[in-house]
């Protein structure tokens, strides 16, 4: 018990620290690392890697960016497996659902009730 | 000024201050690690107490940490933390909220239809665009060695 | 063409004394080491308004109507007012002075608008086109945030070299004749641009402009940089305000003794979490027309060269990919009159 948080910690702050090498050391805009980031984990998910990953991992693999990515692989295998070619288009986007809806309701609701503060 | 761009542009390279990296990476370390627990606890609540199935674990710790993350932004708590933890809290699901909540709130002045509805994608948009599409591509070339291997996968 | 010494400086034929000054500054400003010196604090950004472009076209108004009150004017006695502000199609300035009934000259020169606005009202009143002409600016954190940045509440990470726009706003009043102090000389800078392209240094983008401008200045007026008791950029911030210093100090100018920069004077650097100092119009008008009219009026300085700089990018340039051009515009006022 114990140990799947400790594993859920370094693998999801060592995922965090190695971005913050991007942000520090590179021009690249964090926007931009969010979706190279996104991108890496559709492509490792393809390849069926992370699943290693989120093995040890557990939350610090699925919570950070990457594990939406495999998500979205993983899923258009699944769909393509449950109904063939349709399942390329439909398979991602359905196995993220949860997600995507959420944020777009939450940010709609918490959008609405909050307004911004100014800063420093 | 006797320096030619490319000339400033190295001496601008040395001169300027740099990010404390060290810093910056055990920051981005503790605190993206400690979301990515409070993910880990509510993964084992679903799991262990409500008894969800693996995948719908999954979404649900997801939709708990999307809604952590707005509701974070909204409370106008998200920059402050994000200030010390950098990659740490950007690259957490948490982070992809608040890239959508933060233009949504912003832009709410300019209207609900075309400030904050229009805006809410501005900075993540390219994660779906590029996540999605880049899944298709997978599924693409999954589907074409599928059937070049005859379904043996 | 009596008037113009060398290519780029123009030393004014009669007094034209700045008559009176007004600021208005955020709350972060109205805790930092020049406190004391602003007329008015918000004691929050939207300063009772629905929206922080309606506050900064406030603050606009406001440092506008308290100037002209100091001098014991009404508005109709202004003959032209010259307002800039860094918002698209200088919102801060149309809106906010749409009411005052004054001739108005919209400018855009980014963060050196002080400079501009100044140098261009100077001239107005030494050709002899007005008796009394205002200039005007402002920027506001908020505004600016979302304009060039990112939204509020976005957890992004400011690096090191990353400035903190001012909020806050500096109106004057400038008159033909008058007590001083006046405005002496105008050095109009170029464009220059380094091939700068790091948004997040803009004071290392901007440094260069300011060096060109201070040396065109020197060599036009044969003057050193001990001439003056203060000679003070407007945004350059720690990171440009040492750049400036170094690149001067090896084409000989000697900058270690009354150089400084308004971006570092209006934060406390640790204290304020401000990293590399203040920026944005607001910073440099707000220092000028606080700090350093005060202690002109009460004889800390004499001659004063005030060099507001500017970044003349958009989000749509840096977006392609393009640098940062830059410009800085230099204006000597001296509490001696230059006719006598």
């Known amino acids: 018990m114990f140990m799947q948080y400790l594993n859920a910690f370094w693998v999801g702050g060592l995922i965090c620290a190695l971005a913050q090498i991007l942000i520090d050391k590179t021009k690249i ?20 890697l992370y699943d290693y990953v989120e093995k040890i991992g557990g939350a610090g693999a699925t919570v950070p960016i990457i594990g939406f990515g495999n998500s979205l692989a993983k899923g258009v295998i699944k769909g393509i497996k449950e109904d063939g070619f349709l399942g390329i288009f439909t398979g991602g986007t359905a196995a993220t659902a949860g997600g995507i809806a959420a944020s777009i309701f939450f940010g709609c ?10 800063k420093g | 000024m006797k320096y030619t761009n490319e000339e400033y542009g190295k001496y601008l390279d040395k001169r300027v201050p740099k990010s404390p990296l060290f810093k910056d990476m055990l920051f981005a370390f503790l605190i993206g690690g400690a979301i990515c627990c409070v993910g880990q606890g509510f ?8 008894g969800l199935e693996t995948e719908a674990v999954k979404t649900a710790t997801s939709i708990t940490m999307i809604f952590l993350g707005s509701l974070f932004t909204g409370l106008n708590l ?24 933060s233009p949504a709130m912003e832009f709410k002045r300019e209207g609900y239809i075309l400030g904050l509805a229009a805006k809410m994608f501005t900075i993540a948009g390219p994660v779906l665009v590029y ?7 997978v599924g693409f070339l999954y589907y074409i060695a599928m059937a070049v291997v005859g379904g043996g996968m | 063409m009596s008037k113009r010494l060398g290519k780029q400086t123009v030393a004014l034929g009669s007094n034209v004394s700045i008559l009176s000054f007004a600021t208005v500054a955020g709350r972060k400003e109205g805790e930092g080491p020049l406190a004391s010196y602003f007329d008015t604090i918000m004691e929050e950004a939207t300063w009772g308004e629905q929206s922080w472009e309606k506050a900064e076209s406030k603050m606009q108004k406001t440092a506008v109507q308290n100037a002209v009150q100091n001098a014991g004017l009404t508005l109709g006695d202004i003959n032209y007012i010259l307002a800039g502000d860094l918002l698209n199609q200088c919102i801060g300035s149309s809106f906010g002075l749409r009411e005052l009934g004054i001739p108005f000259l919209g400018l855009y020169g980014a963060c050196s608008t002080m400079a501009e606005g100044l140098s261009l009202a100077s001239m ?3 050709g002899g086109f007005a ?30 070299t990353a400035q903190w726009t001012v909020t806050g706003a500096g109106a004057l009043v400038l008159s033909e004749g008058g007590k001083g102090p006046y405005v002496t000389h105008i050095t109009t800078g170029k464009i220059v641009d380094m091939g700068v392209k790091d948004a997040n240094n803009m004071g290392g983008a901007m440094a260069p402009a300011a060096v060109s401008t201070l040396e065109a200045h020197f060599n036009d007026t044969g ?15 720690f990171v440009g305000r040492d750049i400036a210093a170094e690149l001067l100090g090896e084409d000989g100018y000697d900058m270690s003794k009354n150089y400084n920069d308004c971006g570092c004077m209006i934060f406390e650097r640790q204290k304020q979490d401000a990293h590399a100092g203040g920026s944005g119009c607001g910073c440099s008008a707000s220092v000028l027309c606080g700090y350093i009219m005060k202690e002109m009026m009460k004889g800390t300085f004499c001659n004063v060269l005030f060099v507001a700089t500017g970044a003349l990018m958009s989000p749509t340039t840096l977006l392609q990919g393009d640098s940062i051009p830059s410009i800085a515009h230099a204006v000597a006022i001296s509490a001696n009159s230059p006719k006598s």
């Open chain 1, 29 to 48: 805009t964090p926007a931009r690392i969010l979706t190279l980031l996104v991108v890496l984990g559709v492509v490792l998910g393809g390849l069926g």
């Open chain 1, 109 to 118: 609701i918490i959008a609405a009730i909050f307004t911004p503060k100014e």
């Open chain 2, 43 to 50: 993964s084992d609540f679903y799991k262990n107490v409500l």
């Open chain 2, 78 to 101: 998200y920059d402050d933390l994000a200030k010390y933890a950098g990659a740490g809290t950007l690259v957490p699901i948490t982070g992809f909220a608040n890239s959508i909540v």
């Open chain 2, 131 to 137: 996540g999605i599409s880049a899944s298709i591509a």
């Open chain 3, 124 to 126: 107005l009143i030494d």
């Open chain 3, 131 to 160: 008796q009394k002409a205002a200039a005007v600016t402002s920027s506001h954190f908020c505004t600016a945030e979302r304009q060039y940045r990112n939204p509020l509440e976005y957890g992004g990470q400011r690096p090191p």
């Open chain 3, 223 to 237: 003057r050193a940089p001990d001439f003056y008791d203060l000679i003070v950029t407007g945004d350059l911030g």
